[in-house]
């Protein structure tokens, strides 16, 4: 048998690598690439959460509301709307709840135009004081004992009985009411703190926020302005369909919180919470998190982003302490059934990224994260 000459040999292998080549080339192409990355992502990536971190989620009492001054009026009146809120435990009491939400609605703006008011009447000239007087008032301030927590004064339960009574009777019109719905984790975590003195979270499976992360910014048409780009509208769509599920706290991440906040205001939506510092994806699971911590804690969010990056996020959010519910936004273009196409390319293109991102995370971590804000 003759021996095959070395350049034959060579010409074999570079034709064998070349056919290879283009195999994967056409692979990268198919809609199947980007597929099979996802799925492997989403089997080897670990989402378990990390224990230690979660106690700073532990309270789970989220809250998107200023803290209201006790003794104020506002106070008073969350407290008259707390109290009828606890009857709707009773079997005896069957109030329309959605009916007393819109009078303590109406009851919040009447107090606060009446408090402007007031404000206004009684704007007068400030006379400096001399240094002398400075003292006297210093020193009279920290001899008087404060006792913060006597609010139950006589002017108090008058003012309390007022708007209870405002609560059940004031006559208002509703549009047309769908199925009744049930006082706000808020609500809930507040009747068991007026009970029992301590604020002390229910166990819940049901998620605490909807977290959605940026996915970046462009010029507008007018080539002036900064407007989302296509993956961040497309994370906002997407938002708009969850938030008419469920009545929970928007939270928006990244450096184009501001913007995505403007986007959703556009459409009758109101997102309160805004983590605004973050520049990367680690960045988004560290900063949110802490953000969520201070407002109360929240164990387990609904996370809103596209497939490719979700493996990633969640496994950051995790480490943690965040539980995650993942709702899948549309990419900017969409695959196509069997042929090789550029918008195949893209999706493999994203997924290559994303498995890089995650190997290195996972080995060396992201050297680019700040630990605060």
């Known amino acids: 048998m003759s021996k095959v000459h070395w350049m034959v040999s060579l010409v074999r292998v570079i034709t064998i690598l070349f056919v290879l080549l283009g195999c994967f080339v056409l692979f990268l192409y198919s809609p199947f690439y980007s597929q099979l990355m996802v799925k492997s992502l989403n089997h080897f990536v670990s989402v378990d959460v990390n224990e230690v971190a979660a106690q700073s989620q532990k309270s789970a009492a989220l809250s998107e509301h200023e803290n209201l001054e006790p003794g104020s009026n506002l106070w008073i009146a969350r407290q008259a709307y707390l109290k009828l809120i606890e009857k709707r435990f009773q079997p005896e009491a069957t109030e329309d709840l959605k009916l007393i939400q819109a009078r303590y609605k109406l009851l919040q703006q009447l107090i606060v135009e009446e408090q402007e008011k007031e404000n206004e009447q009684e704007k007068k000239p400030i006379i400096p ?133 403007a986007w959703l205001e556009e459409r009758g939506i109101e997102a309160k919470l805004l983590e605004n510092r973050s520049m990367n994806t680690c960045e988004n699971s560290r900063f949110s998190s802490l953000l969520l911590q201070k407002k109360g804690g929240a164990p387990k969010v609904i996370l809103i982003t596209d497939e490719y990056h979700m493996p990633r996020t969640r496994r950051l959010f995790a480490l943690n302490g965040i539980e995650t519910v993942p709702v899948v936004a549309p990419m900017p273009t969409s695959l196509t059934r069997w042929r090789p196409s550029e918008k195949n390319y893209d999706h493999s293109r994203r997924a290559n990224y994303e498995m890089l991102a995650t190997i290195r995370d996972v080995l060396v971590g992201s050297s680019d994260c700040r630990e605060i804000p």
């Open 129 to 261: 004081l001399s240094k002398e007087q400075m003292e006297q008032e210093r020193v009279a301030a920290a001899s008087t004992p404060i006792d913060f927590l006597q609010f139950n004064t006589p002017d108090n339960q008058v003012l309390m009985e007022k708007y209870v009574a405002f609560l059940e009777t004031y006559p208002i019109e509703l549009p047309i009411v769908a199925e009744q719905e049930g006082p706000s984790k808020e609500d809930l975590i507040e009747l068991e703190k007026n009970k029992d003195g301590a604020v002390e979270a229910k166990k819940s499976t049901e998620p605490y926020a909807i977290v959605v992360l940026g996915g970046g910014l462009t010029l507008g048409a007018n080539g002036k302005d900064i407007v989302v780009n296509n993956y961040t509208r497309l994370r906002l769509e997407r938002t708009l369909q969850i938030e008419k599920q469920y009545d929970l706290p928007i939270v928006l991440s990244g450096v184009e919180a501001p913007y995505m906040q």
